[in-house]
């Protein structure tokens, strides 16, 4: 014991370091990195697990596939409307609700508190509460509507147009997302130097005027690591379509990243699977990718 | 007289605010609660329409429904067992990783905060697929210790994430002098670095606790029936037809109260954590 410990002072920096990370290099590399690799080798097979036989190269056919089929070209337009009406919603609430929480006022840290409520309950929880207010003979969603006269008798919400059902759960989803956007504006609302507000005012600018030339460019960067976190938290959205519709009924509400896992998981089809969950990484990228030149694209 | 005037706009200003906080806590906080109220009711009250609640009869129904299912036993037993489990470890492995990363003048340091990264950007069903097959090839699947590994490969990056920040703000010259002290490596480690880099640690553990216990997709894919996990007992209450509300709302509300009382708790370390490391949640 003693000797080994004599050997950790003597070797250089860098290898102690190493053997402090080696857990965490093992963990990247044994069950992330291998994973990786190995699946994008068999997103160019036809590996199904229900249907053992030989393994048989098949090139790009999972990709070309996966891009002619109808369900999955669908899921895409889903899935954009969902994104996009989540990011809209959580955004422009969340920034309004930090801005409230950035001036001064009594019980501040019990609504905060509050705001905490939502973003720790699991999804799968956030999904059971919304699919009780939208349920289709008892919700308390169809309720409020017919008492304010907006229908006449209850309805079976998933049952419309996806634009609707989707609509709907991108709102059940905002619901509990808006609290962290609300809470990490406010966390770079706070770090805003007063002086630049002083001197707007000295040169006699108007509230109106220093939230869009003062407060709104300080918050650029931090705006664009949120809208890249909830546009990946968006397009991965599972646990809420798992348990308040499994994509249906029929395929109206089946978004991408659900039919993935389907198709994997369901179907049984590695390959496919593995070749589906490429393109949506892709489409990950690309968002990532644009946001960063976006944020590059201020600084110059 | 144009004092009074300014007086009462201002007063008028601050009575329109406080009903938009009061309309934002109520926005934020009555889903939950009518679940709550729900899962308190009988079984007759959650078939009315219009919706009927009863505040005098609180009925515990739902609950006993509940605990007489040997699942729903099963599954709480499981995610106490498998989420505590990985969070002790994820908590040392990312203590570890993240001095090193944080402190160490490495090479290769920006080629591994890369692969931080791609997990956090990938999406899980990407690597889920192949990394089910190597679990079931080890006899794994459906086992505590494959959980625990596929939950670790998910917080330990992210743990690492935060914790970086937390050590590479500690002063350099502190560990310089504790060297020159006599301390050992991992003396210095122990005695000066993990006390002063403790918040951080305990909002590591936190995050990871919540997102440990919130996760479905995970136990989706690892668990057969041994070691189902709450949330996908859970989920089970889902689909579109024949709802069970009543063990519904009741599961929802055991599987949400022990991540809100941590939350709670711990406001104030998550709230400097989630600015950190901008985290997942």
């Known amino acids: 014991m003693r000797k080994l410990l004599d050997r950790f002072e003597m070797m250089s920096i860098s290898k102690f370091g190493l053997i402090l990370l080696s857990p965490t290099i093992l963990i990247l590399l044994v069950l992330v990195g291998f994973p990786i690799v190995y699946s994008i080798y068999l997103s160019f097979f036809d590996l199904i697990l229900s249907s053992p036989g030989k393994l048989n190269f098949v090139g790009l056919k999972n990709y070309v596939d996966i891009l002619q089929n109808p369900v999955f070209l669908n899921s895409l337009w889903k899935t954009a409307w969902f994104t996009f009406s989540f990011l809209f919603g959580t955004t422009v609430t969340g920034m309004v609700i930090a801005l409230m929480l950035n001036m001064r006022f009594i019980g501040k840290s019990v609504v905060i508190t509050i705001l905490l409520i939502p973003w720790a309950i699991p999804r799968v929880v956030n999904a059971l509460i919304w699919k009780w207010i939208y349920d289709g003979n008892y919700g308390v969603l169809n309720a409020i509507f017919v008492r304010l006269g907006i229908i006449d008798q209850y309805k079976f919400w998933f049952g419309e147009s996806p634009l609707i059902s989707i609509t709907l759960i991108s709102v059940a989803y905002a619901w509990k997302m808006i609290p962290f956007v609300a809470l990490l504006v406010l966390a770079a609302l706070q770090t805003i130097p007063r002086e630049l507000y002083e001197a707007a005012k000295v040169d006699g600018a108007n509230g109106w005027t220093r939230f869009w030339k003062v407060t709104v460019p300080q918050l650029k960067y931090p705006l664009i690591i949120i809208l890249i976190l909830q546009t990946t938290r968006a397009i991965k959205v599972f646990d809420l379509i798992a348990v308040l519709t499994r994509g249906g009924p029929g395929d109206r509400t089946m978004v991408t990243y659900y039919y993935v896992y389907k198709i994997a998981f369901d179907y049984l089809n590695v390959s496919a699977g593995a070749a589906a969950a490429y393109v949506v990484t892709a489409i990950i990228v690309l968002f990532a990718l644009l946001y960063y030149v976006l944020l590059r694209g201020g600084e110059d | ?281």
């Open chain 2, 1 to 281: 007289m144009r004092l009074s005037r300014a007086r009462t706009v201002r007063r008028v200003g601050r009575f329109f605010f406080y009903i938009a906080i009061l309309f934002v806590v109520l926005f934020i906080i009555s889903p939950f609660m009518w679940v709550v109220i729900t899962s308190f009711q009988q079984t007759e009250y959650l078939m009315s329409v219009p919706p009927r609640v009863s505040f005098s009869e609180f009925n515990l129904e739902f609950y006993e429904q509940l605990f007489g299912d040997e699942n729903f036993r099963k599954a709480l037993k499981n995610s106490i067992i498998v989420v505590s489990l990985a969070t002790v470890f994820s908590m040392i492995i990312c203590s570890f990783g993240g001095y090193a990363v944080g402190t160490f003048p490495m090479r290769g340091k920006s080629f591994l905060l890369f692969g931080i990264l791609v997990v956090q950007l990938a999406p899980a069903l990407a690597f889920l697929i192949p990394l089910f097959m190597m679990l079931r090839f080890l006899n794994f699947v459906d086992t505590y210790r494959g959980l625990v590994l596929t939950f670790l490969v998910f917080q330990v990056p992210i743990g690492i994430w935060i914790l970086r920040g937390f050590f590479n703000s500690i002063p350099h010259d502190l560990f310089d002098a504790a060297r020159i002290d006599g301390c050992s490596r991992f003396g210095t480690f122990f005695r000066v670095a993990l006390p002063l880099a403790r918040p951080g640690i305990v909002a590591v553990g936190i995050f990871n606790f919540i997102q440990g216990w919130n996760d479905l997709l995970i136990p989706l894919v690892v668990s057969i029936y041994k070691t189902t996990m709450l949330t996908t007992y859970a989920s089970a209450f889902g689909g579109l037809h024949n709802i069970d509300y009543g063990g519904a709302t009741s599961v929802a509300v055991l599987s949400a109260l022990p991540t809100i009382v941590v939350a709670v708790i711990f406001r104030k370390q998550l709230v400097v954590g989630l600015t950190a490391g901008a985290v997942k949640g």
